[in-house]
């Protein structure tokens, strides 16, 4: 099992700026891919961003990309998303998720795990 905490959430005027942080514990050996996730109310949860665990390879969603960025750091067993001129329709709860596919991936149940989620609200 992987257990995965999410930190970072908040309320924040449009333009402005959050950190989200992701730190997994328990089999993390298992663990190949990360991605955070978001969903709105009265919608589904839908991709941000994804990074693998052994390099730098990246995949965004088209609607983050040039704002949002995804890293890691492996000593501390934690991925970070850096969210940028951030705007009203980013509002919703992030979720931090892992998975043992290779292969960086937007699908939901191509992820094995998945945090509690933390709430993102930005102002107009």
């Known amino acids: 099992q992987v257990q995965l905490v999410e930190s970072g959430g908040g309320l924040v005027q449009a333009g402005g700026s959050l950190r989200l942080s992701c730190t997994a514990s328990?089999?993390?050996?298992?663990?190949?891919?990360m991605g955070w996730f978001r969903q709105a109310p009265g919608k589904e949860r839908e991709f941000v961003a994804a990074?693998?665990?052994?390099?730098?390879?990246?995949y965004y969603a088209d609607s983050v990309k040039g704002r949002f960025t995804i890293s890691r750091d492996n000593a501390k067993n934690t991925v970070y998303l850096q969210m940028n001129s951030l705007k009203p329709e980013d509002t919703a709860v992030y979720y931090c998720?892992?998975?043992?596919?290779?292969?960086?991936?937007?699908?939901?149940?191509?992820?094995?795990?998945w945090g509690q989620g933390t709430q993102v609200t930005v102002s107009s």
């Open positions: 998720a892992a998975g043992s596919s290779v292969r960086l991936n937007s699908r939901v149940h191509s992820y094995d795990y």
């Open positions: 990074i693998r665990w052994n390099d730098d390879s990246t």
């Open positions: 328990g089999r993390t050996v298992t663990v190949y891919t």
